[in-house]
């Protein structure tokens, strides 16, 4: 038979306490504008310029941020990117007011480190193709346009098991120099958006879907 714990004080008892269920079934880390830090702090920029151009796209976009490491689906990221990228249905029949909050242009950042940096890739370029096919099964044209940007710097802590630097050190080394050997790790960042981004196309250049006319 269960025991139950139960304490007694003045004649009240009071049941034991339940530990909660751990509800949440993510297990990749994603993050969009209200739960992330801002985008020149979590991509480490190697130049002033780079994080110019980062916070002006935080300022004037809604961004989606999600980091592509050894464990992450293809399929849970390419359904997170489409469902951010896909504009919120909009009513013919309700006319603009000034009032009305205009929607911000969405998109959508993957960062990896150079060894997920295929992953990354592939999972971009399906994303792409399925934004390719709605454009091709609507009437309407939809542009589309990717900005791809190296920046050699570490991914932001505690989104991978493995550490963002590896250190190198032997007793001979510490003794010599006083301190272990850090090497960096590269990191790519790719940014997907349905509409060409200024600030990223004279930055980083782009490649675009959009039929030339």
Do not use: W
Request: charged share 30%; hydrophobic share 30%.
């Amino acid at each position: 038979m269960q025991q139950q714990n139960t304490s007694s004080r003045s004649g009240h008892f009071t049941a034991p306490k339940r530990k909660r269920a751990d509800t949440s079934n993510s297990t990749e880390p994603t993050s969009t504008n209200n739960k992330r830090q801002c985008l020149a702090n979590s991509l480490c920029p190697s130049s002033s310029d780079d994080a110019k151009v980062l916070s002006a796209i935080d300022a004037r976009y809604e961004v989606q941020l999600q980091s592509v490491i050894s464990s992450s689906k293809i399929k849970q990221r390419v359904l997170a990117m489409l469902r951010h990228l896909t504009p919120p249905p909009t009513s013919s029949t309700i006319e603009p007011t000034t009032n009305m909050v205009i929607s911000k242009t969405r998109i959508s950042v993957l960062r990896a480190k150079a060894t997920e940096a295929s992953k990354l890739i592939s999972i971009a370029e399906i994303a792409k193709r399925e934004i390719e096919r709605e454009r091709l099964s609507s009437d309407g044209a939809v542009s589309e346009a990717e900005q791809r940007s190296i920046i050699g710097c570490p991914d932001e802590p505690g989104h991978d098991e493995d550490d963002e630097f590896e250190v190198m050190k032997t007793p001979f080394e510490r003794a010599i120099e006083g301190r272990p050997l850090v090497r960096g790790v590269p990191v790519m960042s790719l940014f997907l958006s349905r509409s060409s981004i200024e600030e990223l196309k004279r930055r980083y250049g782009e490649q675009t879907n959009t039929p030339s006319t």
